[in-house]
């Protein structure tokens, strides 16, 4: 067979069972499974010391306003990158092998897109039919569905209307108005189906009870036309509806599927980690468990029919949505092979399913939690916890979990505590100055525990690498007609929680990357992540005391290859053994890694390609590699001393 016959099928062949070829990254995820997973191993512990800049692509100019929340992974395709820029999510496609920009759509969508609910750029999606239709699908921040050409950006005139799908249409609400509803995570693509999510504003104080839900629906790649539709709050007659009482299922929004998604081409699968219900830290208006918030939901991906469910957190207080793409991987668990999928959640909790049944591989157990007495609510008086793999963070906390690395430290951290409620994990909001307490110190906090970087995977060892920061959050509750009709919102305007001598006031570490072997459900190693930020490790009551292991606070979005563990965290970019965690190689970025890194080879050279962004420069691709014979280019950075 010729070569680039062979080439071309076996691109045609992993495209169609959902995944990259091994040399490309088709999707967010690196393929439908979100593993974040490549098999090259050209970069490896032997020479990554030797890693320089191969092109950098600068983005300063995209979009009307310097774009600060650039979380974009590219994908890389036939030697082209396709990844979004600038407040606007212009579609950019860009040279693989030199970094010069091929082309750019941009979609002027006016007040709509000024008012956008938000900005926040994750990246595009990718199909092909395998005989030269290649389609880039964006979704605007004005909530609307692109079809693009993949070699020219320019709109498919048969897709939707002139190349562009309304997404404000089929959400059981009218007269939607801008700045509602959007989407901040790519579209995915499974058996020529486009399954689009949902992403609202922020829920801790929202103007009132009712809001837009964020049903999931599936569209035709081919035509735009409207195949499905899955209620996130369930409606009257469906499964799940009995779960919001008091017609609360009428009003109710959010719901939504904010994250990444994931999908099994071969079952047909695709998997949708949904948030929670409005508002974030009071549910007094909508009793009951409220499906499927806060449910990992398995969906056959042509017909929208749920396969299966499961919930984990029931009625949420506590912002703690599914805030990451479901990592798919076959494991074998006491001699049995399973096809699982695996959930990690801003609650540091993984849960581990059997991906075709639903089952769980190791038992969820139903635990009796702390129950609110915020008045008007009705907390639910149990919550599943899974008994494998133990939690990978901190979660609530005590007196034993403050700072105390001098007894002056210590003394100041509890006097500062004693202001604040504290208790196990699920322990619920308080309304604000309830018997002399400022609010509930929730651990995780509403970031989590884990957020959108999520988890990555070895599919050859079943290993799961979670990057994860311990970061309290102050909850409490106010009635403040004038801001909202909801009986309760966050209070604002607290400020931050208190500093034992401008330290946090937890112990270290702050941010940390675990491994855990989804084979036996046990944990592998832990190691902080980051450089100590400088603002700790230089003040002057920890003058003696060894801050080397404390990590920062970033979550570290992670990469996994044949070989190595690359790891972000501000403007930290390390390499690590995927064994035990020690830092191979560490270099310093030009600004704060943003995005989560991926990596491609293209003419027999492996690059790795991470997005950052500073406020003076704005965002930045910066593409690594190994120095071509002979010698090249400018390093990326010293290596730390």
């Known amino acids: 067979m010729n070569v680039r016959i062979a080439f071309c099928a076996a691109v045609l062949a992993a495209s169609l069972l959902g995944q990259s070829p091994t040399s490309e990254w088709h999707f967010y995820g690196s393929d439908a499974h979100s593993t ?102 964006l979704i605007s921040p004005g909530y609307q569905l692109v079809a693009l050409n993949a070699k020219t950006g320019t709109p498919i005139p048969g897709f939707g209307s002139s190349g562009i799908v309304e997404l404000l249409n089929g959400l059981d609400r009218t007269n939607i108005p801008p700045g509602v509803i959007g989407a901040t995570s790519p579209a995915i693509v499974i058996r020529d189906v486009v399954v689009v999510g949902a992403a609202l504003g922020v829920g801790a104080a929202p103007k009132s009870k009712e809001s837009v839900p964020g049903y999931v629906r599936g569209y035709d790649v081919r035509t735009g036309k409207l195949l499905w539709t899955f209620h996130t709050i369930a409606l009257a007659g469906e499964t799940g509806n009995e779960t919001w009482e008091d017609g609360s299922w009428k009003y109710t929004g959010n719901t939504a599927v904010w994250a990444p998604m994931s999908a099994d081409e071969e079952l047909g699968y695709v998997y949708l980690p949904v948030e929670m219900p409005t508002g974030d830290v009071y549910g007094g208006h909508r009793h009951g468990d409220n499906l499927f918030g806060d449910s990992l939901v398995c969906l056959d991906a042509r017909t929208g029919t749920r396969i299966w469910h499961s919930q984990h957190v029931h009625h949420d207080m506590w912002d703690w949505d599914n805030p990451a793409a479901p990592v798919l991987v076959d494991i074998t668990v006491d001699g049995k092979p399973i096809k699982a999928v695996a959930q990690v959640t801003k609650q540091s909790y993984v849960f581990v399913y059997d991906r075709v049944t639903g089952k769980p591989v190791w038992p969820i157990v139903e635990k009796p939690v702390p129950i609110s007495d915020v008045p008007g609510e009705k907390s639910s008086p149990t919550q599943p916890v899974p008994s494998k793999p133990a939690p990978f963070d901190l979660q609530g906390v005590t007196t034993n979990d403050l700072a105390d690395f001098t007894p002056e430290i210590k003394t100041e951290a509890l006097k500062i505590a004693a202001q604040y409620k504290l208790g196990p994990i699920f322990t619920p909001p308080i309304v604000y100055d309830s018997n002399g307490k400022q609010g509930t110190l929730q651990v995780p906090g509403a970031g989590g525990g884990a957020n959108w970087q999520g988890a990555s995977a070895d599919p050859e060892t079943g290993m799961l690498y979670v990057p994860s920061n311990t970061a309290p959050y102050l909850s409490a509750l106010v009635h403040d007609p004038k801001r909202s009709d909801m009986n309760y919102i966050a209070r604002g305007g607290i400020g931050g929680i208190g500093q034992p001598m401008g330290l946090p006031l937890l112990k270290p570490p702050y941010g940390r990357i675990t491994a855990i072997d989804l084979n036996t459900g046990e944990h592998a190693w832990m190691v902080p992540n980051g450089e100590t930020p400088d603002n700790i490790k230089n003040n002057p009551a920890l003058k ?71 406020r003076d420069s704005g965002p930045e691709l910066i593409a690594l590699a190994l120095p071509r014979s002979g010698g090249e280019t400018r390093p990326a950075a010293a290596p730390e001393q």
């Not at 496609?93 to 994750?122: H, I, K, P, Q």
């Open 544 to 614: 003696g005391i060894d801050t080397s292991k404390f990590g920062g606070p970033n979550k570290a979005p992670l990469l996994v290859t044949k070989t190595l563990l690359f790891a972000g965290g501000g403007t930290q970019f390390r390499a690590l053994d995927k064994k035990t965690g020690a830092v191979v190689f560490d270099m310093k970025l030009s600004a704060n890694d943003t995005g989560g890194p991926m990596t491609y080879l293209l003419n027999g050279r492996q690059y790795i390609v991470v997005a950052v962004t500073s």
């Open 36 to 137: 974040k997973y490549s098999p090259l191993d050209q970069i490896n512990q032997d020479n990554v010391k030797q890693l320089q800049t191969a092109w950098r692509w600068h983005g300063a100019n995209f979009g009307p306003r310097p774009d600060t929340n650039w979380e974009v992974t590219p994908l890389m395709v036939h030697g082209i990158l396709y990844f979004t820029a600038g407040t606007r999510r212009d579609a950019i496609a860009v040279d693989a092998a030199t970094g010069e920009t091929l082309w750019m759509y941009r979609l002027d969508e006016g007040e709509r897109g000024t008012r956008a609910v938000r900005f926040n750029n994750r990246g595009l999606a990718y199909w092909t039919d395998g005989q030269g239709d290649e389609r880039i699908l």
